[in-house]
């Protein structure tokens, strides 16, 4: 072994670097860790006093600078519909400008004589920020309370409000091929069904393969459902994968089908109307179990002259 240079156990050096603060995080070596006159360039890991990440910025001495915090954090508004990924720093400017906006709104207030509570704007800023509810969350909101109500099994509807707009191609392969449009309608249901009720993020469903046009179906019938597909293989063995992400996908207010049906004008057949001879037998049928229910003699149980 004398023959070597730089013989190396492989483990991590783990030595305390003179800044007093890391470890050196090179392969186990011979000499200093660090070169002659170089500072460590390891990341400050002390915890921010505003919002706990770490510094983040350059091993320094004394005091953390005030620069802002690069760490990325999860925002969600209050019912879970939406949700992104933003840096601290963004988030608090967001939340710094909400409050410049109540603020403003409490000096109106004060300005009129009106006694308001500061709290909710000179208070510390919680940790958790969160995103606003938008139409679409009240309008999924109103979903599931309409079906609790109504007592529906699946209130996931979608959150436009109204019938969906079926395209043109969609309605003239449901007329043409009622069958293949309606079991692929069914499926998709069933995979949105299943993934709300799954404890996985998404669920997945292939489509045997089919033709350019069925293909077609599915990618467009898969759009009101709010889930993803993706084609695979060549032709002629081309097929669909739908997913559908637990936390993104709905059932549409109207199936093609119905929607389709309604275009046709299919409706439910008037009462069948009686002939004027019909009518006669009828009304004479009945006069005469009348007649034969008054001319009855009625039996007198207490008479006992009989």
């Known amino acids: 072994m004398c023959f070597l240079e730089g013989v190396s156990c492989g483990m991590l050096c783990l030595k305390d670097l003179p800044c007093g603060k890391h470890k050196c995080n090179l392969t ?44 990325q954090v999860s925002l969600a508004c209050p019912c879970g519909r939406r949700s992104e990924t933003t840096t601290c720093y963004d988030s608090t400017k967001s939340y710094r400008l909400m409050t410049v906006s109540v603020l403003a709104t409490k000096m109106q207030e004060i300005k009129e004589g009106q006694s308001v509570n500061l709290n909710d704007v000179l208070g510390r800023k919680s940790k958790n920020n969160k995103l606003q509810c938008n139409e679409e969350c009240a309008v999924l909101e109103r979903n599931k309370r309409l079906a609790v109500a109504l007592q529906i099994q699946n ?116 009462a069948p109307v009686l002939t004027q001879r019909e009518s006669k037998n009828g009304s004479s049928t009945a006069a005469a179990a009348a007649s034969n229910t008054t001319q009855k003699k009625k039996i007198d149980y207490f008479d006992y002259n009989e």
Not at 166 to 187: C, R, T
Request: include cysteine.
């Open 28 to 71: 186990c070596h011979a000499g200093p860790c660090l070169k002659e006159g170089a500072k460590c360039a390891q990341l400050c890991a002390i915890p921010r006093s505003a919002c706990g990440h770490p510094c983040g910025n350059a091993c320094h001495d004394g005091p953390c600078p005030d620069t802002p915090c690069k760490s």
């Open 155 to 270: 209130p996931e509807l979608s959150p436009t409000p109204g019938p969906p707009s079926y395209s043109e191609f969609l309605k003239a392969e449901a007329k043409k091929n009622p069958a293949f449009v309606g079991d692929v309608y069914n499926k998709i249901t069933e995979l949105v069904q299943l993934a709300k009720d799954s404890k996985q993020k998404c669920r997945s469903h292939s489509f045997p393969p089919m033709n350019r046009d069925h293909r077609r179906v599915v990618h467009e019938l898969a759009e009101f459902f709010g889930c993803e597909t993706q084609s695979y293989d060549e032709e002629p063995k081309k097929s669909v994968v739908v997913t559908a992400y637990k936390n993104k996908c709905w059932l549409p207010f109207v199936s093609i089908m119905n929607v389709v049906q309604r275009d046709m004008g299919f409706r439910k057949g008037p």
